[in-house]
């Protein structure tokens, strides 16, 4: 019995194949075609990589140069200039003193805007005395108490410049548009005339918005800042710091070195990638019922939001410590363990100090992403209105994410300028941060 020859299909296709008919120019002719074919997609290929970074980049821009419109101008705040006569009367104690009860038992609210109005003496009706008063800011009475009490020269001068209203102040920022029509606006006509009046007696000016930087927040836009979510996120990322980093370290050590082969450690490191990217708010669930629920511990706190952080981050932090482990030479650990040194000795005076490096640019990459991160902070209920500043990890606080999604939820024009420079402040620390890490990985990198 024959069998048919498992090439001869091979052979009759090589030998038909019709390329061999071909002359030399048409060979020629046929590889210069299909070159220029691969050189088009090619060159496709690069067009369609450049339209994409590009398109990544405009919107990069527009994002951007949208932010930065819109919060370059909370960095000045509007003031007005009002001849005030301050009763020392009413606020001196018998030594000549500022007597701090008396002073926070003075109206100061009330004599600010009644020498406000004092300024414009034709101003007599109760509703527009209210709107004349609506011009100066709501806390304008408090800053000024809180200035002369700091300083006690101050009770001889006899003008202060104290801040105008955020209305005022969007105004004088071209926020409000006066070509709109009267019910369309938030400053009504007779106070564009008083406004009007002020400017031409030069007693409006705008200056440095120092209390963006110096103060917690409040429920006016003209005097609320920043310092009490940077001192509450501050807190936060060192509890987070605390907890992660030796956790981390440690743990990647165990599952390198001192891990069995095994279902239970595959287990282990499987959940520890898939850790890496469950959605932040599921952290923020587990905090409120394990922290919060279980453990009562205090809400709103900067050691709960931290122990939450720190959670998210483990994952992040372990996978970058291991592959730093993984990438210094084994022979360094052999010869530790050759001239008597233990797994352990091995692994912390040899291995772990030439991992430090790619150790430290992981936790700061997983850091700045703790530092962005507002959903699992809003679960454990650091999104409470805060206007001091919190002094321990135990006191109420919020985050500067957190800040910045209360401003922007605000229906005050002047909050929303304020969320969009918070921004900008966020992302500087954002980019110093991942600045950091590059630097570090550059000047502590060691090749191998």
Sequence with gaps: MSWPCPYLGVQEAVISNPIKDMSADERLHLISVSLNKRHRKEKQLKLAGLAAITLA???????????????????????????????????????????????????????????????????????????????????????????IEKDPSLIDQSSFWVKTSDDVDMLLKGRIKTTLP???????????????????????????????????????????????????????????????LPLAVMAAIYLEYFAPPGRLTDFIEVNINNLASVPSIVFGLLGLAIFLGFFNMPRSAPLVGGMVLALMTLPTIIIATRASIRAVPTSI?????????????????????????GILTGTIIGIAQALGETAPLIMIGMVAFIVDVPTSVTDPAT???????IWSDSAE????????????????????????????????EKRW
Excluded at 198 to 203: M, Y
Excluded at 347 to 357: G, K, S
């Design 57 to 147: 980049i405009g919107f990069l821009v527009v994002l951007m140069t949208n932010i930065f419109s819109n919060g370059y101008t909370a960095l000045l705040q509007s003031e007005v200039r009002i001849d005030i006569n301050v009763p020392k009367a009413e606020i001196l104690g018998a030594d000549g003193a500022i007597d701090i009860q008396k002073s926070q038992a003075f109206n100061w609210n009330g004599l600010v805007k009644k020498s406000f109005r004092a300024g414009f003496p034709d101003v007599k009706g109760m509703s527009d005395r209210r709107m004349l008063n609506d011009l100066v800011s709501e806390n304008a009475g408090y800053e000024l108490r809180q200035a």
């Design 413 to 444: 024009r002047a909050f929303y300028e304020r969320s969009s420079l918070a921004i900008m402040v966020l992302l500087i620390f954002l980019i110093s941060m991942n600045l950091l890490a590059v630097f570090l990985r550059k000047r502590f």
């Design 399 to 405: 985050a500067l994410p957190v800040q910045i999604f």
């Design 333 to 357: 650990r052999d010869a530790a363990l050759g001239v008597g040194a233990s797994r352990m000795q091995a692994a912390l005076d040899h291995v772990l100090p030439l991992a430090a490096p």
């Design 182 to 244: 009267e019910k369309l606006r938030r400053i009504k006509d007779s106070q564009l005339v008083w406004i009007n009046q002020l400017e031409q007696k030069n007693d409006l000016r705008k200056v440095f918005n120092t209390a963006f930087f110096t103060n917690a927040d409040s429920r006016e836009p003209e005097s609320a800042g920043i310092l009490g979510a940077i001192v509450g996120s501050a807190m936060v990322l060192m509890i987070t710091i605390i907890i992660a």
